[in-house]
Each structure stands twice: as C-alpha cells, then as structure tokens.
C-alpha cells in the first residue's frame, strides 16, 4: 500500500469511463486488452505492515503517510480492509523509523486472506531488499493458486527454480521489476541502442537517480540494492551488440532528497566515439513523478496476467516479463517485445 500502489488504485478510478469505444486516452497504452477495461480490475485484498494503513479502508491507506505521491483522483470506499502481513526483512536500517510497524498488530495468513478474497492476481509492491518477504508472499500466493506481477528486484520470475514452480502449478507470473512508461531504463535503453544502431561504439556511461519518496530511503541502504543494480544494469547491457566492461558502466540509485517527495530525477551521460573516432556526448535529464510511472505499466502487466489465467497457461510469461520488466527471464529489444506482447494479447502465442 505504499506510492505507486496508490498511484494504481487511483488510476483505476481515474479511468474507470474509459472503454473500448472511448478515444485513447493519455496515460495509458490500451484502453482494453484482451477484452479488459482498467475498471475490471479490483482491489480484493491488500496488505501491509504499517500501522497508518494497516485496519483501514484501502481508498484511505493509499493517502496516509508516509505515501506521498501526487494525488491525481479519490478513491471511493472500496470495502477491503488493509491486513497486517508479516514484517520480515521488508523494514531496512533507513526505513526503521519511517515505517512503523505496531508489534500488537498481528500478522493474518496471507494464503487464506487470499482464498477467502477471491483474488486472482497479486501485486507484488514491497520495498526493495525484501528478499524474505517476497520469498514468503510468493509462495502464500503460490499456494493459494493466484497470479503473480512482481514488480520488484527480488528474482522470481527470471529464477528458473521459481519459475518452473509456477510452472507446475500451472500459474502464470509476470516479472521481474516493473520498467516504468518512460522511466530512467527505458530511456536508457533506446538511447545506448540508438548509438549502438548508428555505429557509435560506448566507452561509457552512467545513469544516476535520486528522488524523495520511500523508495529512495530504503534504496540508501546499499545492501538492500544489489539486485536493483543488477537488474537496471542488465536491463540496459542486454539491449548492446555486446556488454560494456563493469567499470565502465554505472547505474543505480544515487541519493534521497526528501523535498522531492516522489520526484525522482535521473542524470544519465553516454560517452562514445563516432566516425574517425571522434567523441560523441549526450547528457539526458528525465524528471517524473515517480509511482505513476510504474502503475501505467502494471495495469497492463495484470491485464496479461488475466488472459493468461483465461487460458490456463501457466509459468513465467515471456512477452509480458519482456516488455513490461526490467529483468525477465529473457531480454529482447523493446520494439519486438512490444511486438510479441501484442502477439501474445491476440493469442498468436503462448506466452
Ligand atoms: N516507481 C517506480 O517506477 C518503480 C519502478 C520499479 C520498481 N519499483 C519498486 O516498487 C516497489 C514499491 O515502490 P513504492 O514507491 O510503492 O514503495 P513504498 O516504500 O512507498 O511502499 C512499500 C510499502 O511496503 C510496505 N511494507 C514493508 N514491509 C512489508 C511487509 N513485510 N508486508 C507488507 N507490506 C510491507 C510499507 O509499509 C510500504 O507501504 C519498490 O520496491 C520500488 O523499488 C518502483
């Protein structure tokens, strides 16, 4: 229940008029896929483990604090009650003090809150590090046979022990670490691609964010961010002819400034050499309100998970993990993800 899934919940009443006989609509790539509007998706159960949230009506807890992204709609009441997960690792040394979990608050079964909900997908939000606590929801929501979107750098789907146990149960998951509509990776990718394409070779480069949301307080924690590295770096390596050497390549979360609430601001610097070997620099600076950013891909990325539940097709989904993650099982450049996405959607394949 923290940012961006507020930034979702909103969305969904933001959107809730829009169908497939509306214009498109900005902010969002299709207006229904495989015959689901963004209104067909519903809140069934949510968790979490602070106490400003745990108890409450989701359309409140997705304004209490500490959230603080923009507030671009209400929420009417939705009549799910926030439950108290386990805390596990998902409270670092930054964030001890900013999420305050209440130890008289009791964690509920996860798998049964799921069963009795009806739900049929889960959103994984948790913050970044959390390696036991996704570990857990994943396995509570593999036993109680819901779908998967994990939108964080804990590796499920692109682990092939995970994914070949979703595969068995026949249950589809989308993963992992949601790549945002135009966020720092993406942004990235095109532009180190588009050096790439022109024959430009890379001697270097960086991407540094930094923002003001809890994201960025916990990420202060450098411990917890090993796998967002890896996976933002292999998210831009994997679009090269051929990998940068490590010590020339650097991205990652940079720093917390907590005036910026979520704002997140990335720096990001290509240096190559062109035609003769004479050098070629591009400076880029991106600025977005950050959670919204991933809700726009997540209502698409849940919308897939549901056509994949239609079909009974069950395991990590490449297409989906492709186009709308950061680190899949499989990377492919974005234009023919998206196309395979597409193929995917109009039941042209699999997975
Ligand atoms: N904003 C983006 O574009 C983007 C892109 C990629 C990945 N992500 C990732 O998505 C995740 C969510 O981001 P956010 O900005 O919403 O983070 P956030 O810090 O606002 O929200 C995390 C929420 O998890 C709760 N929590 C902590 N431990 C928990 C537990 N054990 N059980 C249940 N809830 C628990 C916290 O109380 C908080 O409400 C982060 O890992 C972030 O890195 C975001």
Redesign the pocket.
Known sequence: ???????LIQGLEYYKGVDGNSPPVSGIMHNVIGGYRLSDIKVAAA????RR?VGKDVSEAVFAE????IRFSSVPKTGVEVL????????GET?KDF?I?DPRQKPVSVRKALEDSGAEILV???????EQ?VR??VQEALDAGVAVVN???VFIASDPAWGNKFKERGIPIIGD?????V?ATITHRVLAKLFADRGVKIERMYQLNFGG???F???LERSRVKS?KISKTEAVQSNLPAPMPGDQIHIGPSDYVPFMK?K?VCYLRIEGKKFGDVPVTLECRLD?E??P???GIVVDAIRCAKIALDRKTGGPLTSASAYFM?HPAQQFPDDVCREMVEEFIAGKRER
């Open positions: 229940m923290g940012n961006c899934a507020s930034s968790f979490d483990v602070d949230k500490p959230n603080c992204t108290k997960g386990p805390v596990l690792d998902g409270i964030t999420f979990a994984n939000y948790l913050p970044v590090g959390s606590a857990f929801y939108c964080i750098p670490d949601i790549k945002s509509q966020g949301n809890a994201d307080l916990n990420m967002k979520d997140k977005v950050d959670s950013n991933s809700a950061k």
